[in-house]
Structure formats: structure tokens, C-alpha cells
């Protein structure tokens, strides 16, 4: 049985690394790719080490285009991501906070509409949107990438603390009102620190979702130099010129270690937002 017992583990433990590297590879190519000179790339695409290891992809991506660095870009989608996670948790975490403890009318159709809006394409919108945007005069601005998640669009995030806060014991409420705190220092001095880990979780979410989009980007921003990374990254692929793939997928390889630092920095909590729902009284 002792051996039957380890050489399933050996098996399992071989099938889960060979499923990895399959699933890493593109990422580990892309990055070694980034070290091969240019014009050698796709020559030797079968061999993940270069042939000689060089660095003027980076020097040559970060130049950027015309006037306008790399830098830029990276400071534009740090400003996006930032601002509208910001927006993202704070207003989630209201939201949340009125679902979890108040009791009104037409609550049930509400939150029943939030659960809906989380399964509705969000390609379903877009024309509606950039109408209204339109109107707005907020086409050409980062207004439309920033202003609509200071309104809790994105339901998961709701739902998500709304289960955390509902967790949380009332007694912790009834003890703070009888001390004279108000609904909203209920919600600042106890919900708030309580609901860290799905707050930490709703942030790297949202900074994840907001630093790698694309279509909101190419939407609504036309100006070079208001492009974030995920937008100016295209511009190194030229159909009616020779695309430079070398230094592409060396801002490429950059543009992923923001995200990549947040993650294995804030990785403990993220585990603990998605494996548990809140206090057990």
C-alpha cells in the first residue's frame, strides 16, 4: 500500500509539472524572446535559449514612439489602474455594507439586478456606452476608464464582500451603536477593517482587470501619448512597415512584473478573499 501510495504521488506530481510548463511555456518563450535579436526570433523560435543574449530590445522599446517613452505609457496605466481600483473598492465596499445590513425596499430586485449584471457581456454595452460617454464629452479622456467604477459596476466585487460582511457578527454592531457610533462609523471603524481580505482581494483584481485592458483603452483614448501599456504595446506591429517583435516582447516582459510583484506580494490574502466568506460567529 506504501508503495502504491508514492507512486501515485509520483505520477500526480509529474502530470501537475508537465501541465505547468505547458501552461508557462508561452510565458517563458515570450521573455527569453525578448533577450534574441530581433531578426532572429521567429528563425529560432523552436529554441527557448538565444544564441546570443542581448539587451537592445529594451533599449530600443523603452524609446518608445516619436517623443513619447516608454515611461509614459507605464505612468498612464499606473494612474488608470490606481484611480479606478481605488473607486472599485471603495464604492464595492458600500454598497456591500447596505446589502449585508440594512433592510429596505425593492432590495431583493436590486441585488438580484447585480447578480445579473455579472453575467451580462460586457460587449452588450459598449455601444450604449460610448454614446453616453460621447454626450458626455469624456471621449478622449480617461474619464470613462476611471469615473464608473467610483459606482460599483462591477457586481463580483459587491457580491463578494457582501458575503464577508454578512459573516460578521451583529453583535459587533449593536455593541458599536450602543457606544454612539453612526451607520457610517459602524461602517469605517468595524466592517471596514474586518473585510480585508476580500478588500486586498477586490484590488488585485481590479488592478489586474484595469492594467491589461485593451478594448476600454482603444476605445476611448486616441492621443499617443495618453495610450496606456496595453494599447501602446500594438504599436510595435506595423502591417504596412516591418514590425519590431523584439522589442514588443521586451515591454511586454515588463509590463507583466507590476502585476506579478502585487500578486506574489499580496498572494496571502488573495488565497484567504476567495477561500473563506467572513467571520464565524
Known sequence: MKSKRILSNIVYNLGVFAIGIAMIYPLLWMVMSSFKESNTIFITASSLIPEKFTLENYVNGWK????VTFSTFFKNSLVISVVATFGTVMASSLVAYGFARFQFKGKKILFTAMLLSMMLPAQVLMIPQYLWYQKLGWVGTYLPLIVPYF?????????????????IPYELDEAAKIDGCSYFGLYRYIIFPLI????VTACIFSFIWRWDDFLSSLLY???TAMYPVSLALKLFCDPGAASDYGAMFAM???SILPVLLI???FQKH?????STSGLKG
Open 64 to 67: 518608445g514612439f516619436g517623443k
Open 221 to 223: 483614448v486616441s492621443k
Open 263 to 265: 500578486f506574489l506580494v
Open 196 to 199: 480585508k481580505p476580500a478588500l
Open 151 to 167: 459606482f460599483a459596476i462591477q457586481g463580483f466585487f459587491v457580491y463578494l464582500m457582501s458575503n464577508f460582511i454578512s459573516g
Open 252 to 254: 511586454a516582459t515588463l
Open 270 to 274: 488573495l488565497v484567504e478573499g476567495i
